[in-house]
């Protein structure tokens, strides 16, 4: 039997809180339903989720402050921010603290079952409605100057397309733990921590498309 996607969900708003788990257990394994930043972070601790849904502005701590403790601490969860701020910059600023996915509460639904699929298969997820400004501000910084190898190039513009560790070794010829490798010299040459930044990186210096 296939094992169940876990979440986490976080929001301060018990009746929006209720809705979205209601959604959730129809399609994954709804582990805890959190109300505020510093919960968040100790539930994520604890349960280990694949997954982690959150709401931007909550109590104690910001989603964004609770992001970047986990990050620090190197917790794997992706974590898609479900929020009401149709905003770009907010989007842009949670993206480089590390985001998998951004979507509005008015889109909700759908959506944020496609994006969680999407943040399973390593990509990442961003409501198309403010899509074109984000993009442009993620890459309107000079990218960082690192050399990469030849076959660096070939692993992050694959990294890019949204393929797995395991397609990647297969379509180069190397073995998963290579292919890992590769990407985690990448991330320390380049100074950042999650693969989101990375496929930034790749649209930065053109090997990926925008």
Do not use: C, W
């Not at 510093?38 to 694949?50: E, F």
């Not at 982690?52 to 986990?70: H, N």
């Not at 210096?205 to 925008?210: F, P, T």
């Amino acid at each position: 039997m296939k094992r169940r996607t876990k979440v986490l969900l976080a929001d301060d708003h018990a009746i929006v809180a209720e809705g979205l788990a209601t959604l959730l257990k129809d399609h994954f394994d709804l582990l805890e339903t959190v109300g505020d930043g510093s919960a968040l972070i100790d539930a994520a601790r604890k349960l280990r989720p694949d997954v982690i849904v959150t709401d931007i502005a909550m109590p104690v701590l910001s989603g964004l402050e609770a992001l970047r403790r986990l990050k620090a601490t190197r917790n794997e969860a992706k974590v898609i921010f479900l929020t009401m701020h149709a905003d770009a910059q907010l989007a842009t600023e949670a993206f480089r603290a590390g985001a998998s996915g951004y979507v509005l509460k008015q889109s909700a639904g759908e959506e944020l079952i496609a994006a969680i699929q999407e943040v399973l298969k390593g990509r990442t997820y961003l409501t198309p409605l403010i899509t074109k400004n984000v993009i442009a501000n993620l890459t309107e910084s000079t990218p960082p100057t690192v050399k990469l190898t030849p076959r660096q190039r070939e692993v992050l513009r694959l990294i890019a397309d949204g393929r797995r560790m395991k397609e990647i070794g297969a379509i180069l010829e190397l073995s998963t733990r290579t292919v890992e490798s590769h990407k985690y010299e990448m991330m320390r040459a380049l100074g950042v921590q999650s693969t989101a930044e990375l496929v930034r990186y790749a649209i930065q210096i053109g090997l990926a498309a925008r």
